[in-house]
């Protein structure tokens, strides 16, 4: 096993582990860190989870492999999460993530993470992003996007194609924050 962890990520670890009754249960918060900090999970790190917890590797694989916030290869920039249950989907999340599959050159019919060529985007069609009361809902890495249009995805798009922060469109009547967790609370 030949996987690089940093000091501060270790610190951050071992202080974790202490909040729980058994090690064990602070697997999926120890996923988050690594990911958080390498922005995927490698086998190296399922490994190195696994004997830091006293457990085997296929106990924490399974957790990566089960849960589809934990990703198993690097992503891009801008991660792009496309809602696909029901809500969405009658709200036109399918043309939203065949539009911006075609913008960049990735093939709407393939399931899983895509990311371009260039690294920059990574587009997913997932399941519930849980905003079902105003679908469809588009998740641009920690941001969430309500009532998604075309022309709205569009900009988006732009956006990061600039290197701008991913905000949402503020409506002229609403005044919008969105959270590190994605959650847009009006005011």
Not at 74 to 91: F, V
Not at 144 to 152: A, D, G, I, R
Not at 154 to 166: G, I, K, S, V, W
Request: with cysteine.
């Amino acid at each position: 096993m030949s996987w690089d962890i940093s000091t501060e990520l270790q610190s951050q670890i071992d202080e974790l582990v202490t909040h729980y009754p058994q090690p064990r249960s602070a697997s999926l918060m120890i996923l988050h860190l690594i990911q958080e900090q390498e922005g995927w999970i490698s086998q190296e790190a399922v490994e190195w989870t696994a004997q830091r917890l006293s457990l085997q590797p296929i106990n924490v694989y399974e957790l990566v492999t089960f849960y589809p916030m934990f990703r198993q290869a690097p992503a891009g920039k801008y991660q792009i999460k496309i809602c696909r249950t029901l809500s969405c989907a009658l709200g036109g999340s399918t043309q939203l993530h065949h539009q911006l599959c075609t913008q960049l050159g990735l093939d709407p019919k393939l399931h899983g993470i895509q990311t371009t060529t260039d690294g920059r985007f990574s587009v997913e069609f997932v399941e519930c992003l849980a905003s079902c009361g105003t679908a469809p809902a588009v998740m641009c890495n920690d941001t969430l996007h309500e009532s998604v249009t075309p022309q709205q995805l569009d900009h988006l798009l732009q956006t990061c194609q600039n290197n701008a922060p991913a905000a949402p469109e503020q409506d002229e009547n609403q005044n919008i924050k969105t959270s590190r967790a994605g959650r847009k609370k009006k005011e």
